[in-house]
């Protein structure tokens, strides 16, 4: 039997450096905000920069046990974390792929890698319990709040593209019911893998290449101008979401992970073939029929998505194929509840 669901902001994690502290100790209300120059010295993609890109944004969801809500709003926050976007989203346009045309960008999106060496073919293949403990750890930091990022797009489309993106979205929470949201899903997912369901739990867990793929949502959907680049985003997550779910549904079954787990990746299969279809042909088309200019955008949220997955596939293999964790800090067994 699943447990109920509490509501409960989490707790600050640990900070990675400078960036981090200094954003940290500002949200407390004991300290003052990182110096811009400190931003620009910062590694784009490490733990330090990330975190306190991460810690900006969350502010936006759920926010933190402790921290003002009044600090969404903060202007002098406002000015650091766009110094912290900035950097992130240059970097992102000089480091990822770029495809000629949209329609290149999504036919490439529906070709299956031939050597099979991706995360969800190792789980599939030779991964064991402690491995989907991790890439759950990891995952949770979006699938706790599954389809949420992309909510902010609804309102920047209209007509076709509206409709579609809304029908999708709905769907993904639930179809109006509350134990069939996808969130719940991962939640009860997690609790068959022996894992605390409190939303943020494994902020400090999580590799900067983690962070990454959630702030990558964050600032596509916060910004007006950049809806194209989260439709892109949307897509790529749809498109590619069938095949690597029905792996991962595999890797769970051969694992015995738990009924639960296998049904978070059932229910991907089915609904995400679905919603390809949706999101290519209504929600892309309906966009570029009303807004044709943002096609570059479109592809840029393609390229960016890929990019930044491909960082993170990365890493995990790495570590696992060293038999080490991919985590900062060890998971231990708990007792989980859903919050």
């Known amino acids: 039997m699943r ?7 989490p707790g600050l994690p640990p ?10 100790a500002y949200l407390r209300g004991a300290g003052r905000l990182p110096r811009l120059e400190d931003v620009a010295r910062a590694e784009v993609y490490g733990e330090d920069l990330q975190l306190a890109l991460y810690l900006c944004y969350e502010l936006h969801y759920r926010g933190f046990a402790g921290v003002s809500p009044d600090r969404e709003w903060d202007p002098d926050l406002l000015r650091i974390r766009a110094a912290l976007e900035h950097r992130f989203l240059s970097a992102l346009r000089a480091d990822a792929r770029v495809h000629d045309s949209v329609d290149e960008a999504l036919a490439d999106l529906l070709v299956e890698p031939v050597d099979g060496a991706g995360v969800t073919h190792f789980l599939r293949d030779e991964g064991e319990l402690w491995h989907l403990r991790e890439y759950a750890a990891q995952r949770s930091l979006y699938h706790l709040k599954e389809a949420d ?3 902010w797009v609804l309102p920047r489309l209209w007509g076709r593209a509206k409709a579609a993106m809304a029908a999708v979205e709905f769907d993904e929470w639930g179809g109006g019911r509350a134990d069939r949201v996808h969130a719940r ?10 894992l605390d369901t409190t939303y943020g739990r494994y902020l400090d867990a999580a590799s900067a290449e983690a962070l990454v793929t ?9 910004h007006r101008a950049l809806r194209g680049a989260l439709v892109g985003h949307f897509a790529t997550v749809e498109i590619t979401s069938s095949p690597g779910s029905r792996r991962l549904a595999e890797a769970m079954r051969r694992t015995g992970a738990g009924p639960a787990a296998e049904h978070f990746y059932d229910e991907h299969v089915e609904a ?14 309906g966009l570029l029929a009303e807004e044709p200019h943002l096609a570059p955008d479109v592809s840029f949220g393609i390229d960016a998505t890929e990019f930044v997955e491909d960082r993170f596939a990365a890493r995990l293999l790495a570590d696992w194929r060293a038999s080490r964790s991919s985590l900062h800090a060890p998971l231990a067994r708990e007792s989980a509840h859903i919050s």
């Open 15 to 24: 900070s990675r450096g400078p960036l981090s502290r200094g954003v940290e």
């Open 3 to 9: 447990m109920e669901h509490h509501r409960e902001e």
């Open 149 to 151: 990022p992309h909510a």
């Open 214 to 222: 959630v702030n990558l949502m964050s600032l596509l959907g916060l």
């Open 185 to 194: 899903l991962f939640a009860d997912l997690m609790t068959d893998l022996d």
């Open 272 to 285: 995400d073939a679905v919603h390809e279809q949706v999101v290519r042909h209504d929600v892309i088309g």
